[in-house]
């Protein structure tokens, strides 16, 4: 089975559950032992039955810790806990995670995120309240290793409802993290799963939910997305797969735009993950001062867009890496 699915995974429908909760907290996990008990914690704290949540980690074959152990710890039986036979990558993982959720509403949290209290409380008032929704986020911050908060997400609009123009706006860029979101299982069931690419399946993911189905939200803060410092510095950040990922990703997701606006969404598109490109290229040279490394995401950058405000930003990055050398 492949790790990287060509085509969206189908989610079969349950059968004979009559007494569904109404919540699946469905938390994959790969070594990320470390965070995992703050994880557990923050869903715990919000205090919500079993009967009206189910609560499962999904451990894609860590090798860090015992995972189930640490689970039983924490959950005390209120957790469930199940293992890959071996490692199966992250996309049929979160596979996997969906269509062992029983609750009506599937939020896939993370093992290093969390969430504020109150999350899935307001979250479900946005379901009730726009029973046509899909899919329904709030807003979130960004949290580092030692769970300090160190930058907010601009909210999306000031009030709970209906996001205006949505298919348009994520369709331009992600504009959320997995932590915030939550989707009715039925909309997994008649949409598929992850599926394409590694980095930026869930941009994908939520533009293909937009051009279904309309998306709610809250601007309040409930949700806690992890940044790790080393993170610069994984591989696919070092070789630059994952602006290779989200290339792809913006081809996929032109499938989903109307035809009289793809073109002019894909072009902000491409300009704003060349700026991107390069702002990873600068912190990569302040972090590694390696030049092979820098150049290869200048080139990506260039590959994306090519707009004079492109060159001048690459150009001054080609400027400091000549100015290092003397």
């Not at 009559?18 to 994880?39: E, F, G, H, Q």
Request: hydrophobic share 35%; charged share 20%; net charge neutral.
């Amino acid at each position: 089975m492949l790790s990287i699915p060509p085509s969206p995974p189908q989610i079969a429908p349950l059968q004979g559950t009559l007494n569904r909760p109404t919540w699946s907290v469905m938390i994959p996990v790969y070594n990320c032992a470390i965070y995992l008990k703050d994880t557990l914690n923050s869903v715990l704290a919000q205090g919500i039955p079993e009967a009206e949540m189910q609560i499962e980690v999904v451990d894609d074959a860590s090798t860090d810790a015992d995972i189930e152990k640490l689970v039983a710890e924490v959950g005390q039986g209120r957790i469930q806990y199940f293992k890959q036979e071996q490692n199966v990558g992250s996309l049929r993982n979160f596979e996997t995670c969906i269509n062992r959720s029983r609750g009506k509403l599937v939020h896939l949290l993370h093992g290093d995120d969390k969430v504020r209290p109150g999350y899935y409380t307001r979250i479900e008032q946005l379901f009730e309240q726009f029973p046509s929704a899909g899919a329904a986020f709030s807003g979130y911050c960004s949290i580092n290793e030692q769970g300090q908060v160190v930058s907010h997400k601009k909210p999306e609009m000031k009030q709970d409802g209906i996001l205006p123009d949505w298919l348009a706006r994520i369709g331009e860029k992600q504009l959320i993290q997995y932590a915030a979101m939550t989707v009715r299982r039925e909309v997994y069931e008649q949409l598929g799963a992850f599926y394409g690419v590694n980095y930026g399946e869930d941009w994908e993911m939520w533009v293909r939910i937009a051009r279904h189905y309309p998306t709610a939200y809250t601007p309040l803060t409930l949700a806690e997305y992890r940044q790790h410092s080393t993170s610069i510095t994984s591989s696919k950040f070092l070789k630059g797969e994952h602006l290779q990922d989200l290339y792809k990703a913006m081809q996929l997701i032109q499938t989903h735009l109307p035809e009289d606006q793809k073109h002019t969404i894909l072009q902000r598109s491409k300009k704003h993950y060349a700026t991107y490109a390069l702002n990873i290229a600068a912190r990569l040279w302040h972090s590694l001062r390696n030049e092979q490394l820098v150049e290869a995401h200048i080139k990506n950058a260039l590959r994306f867009h090519n707009s004079p405000l492109i060159y001048l930003m690459a150009a001054k990055l080609y400027f400091t890496l000549k100015f290092s050398r003397i």
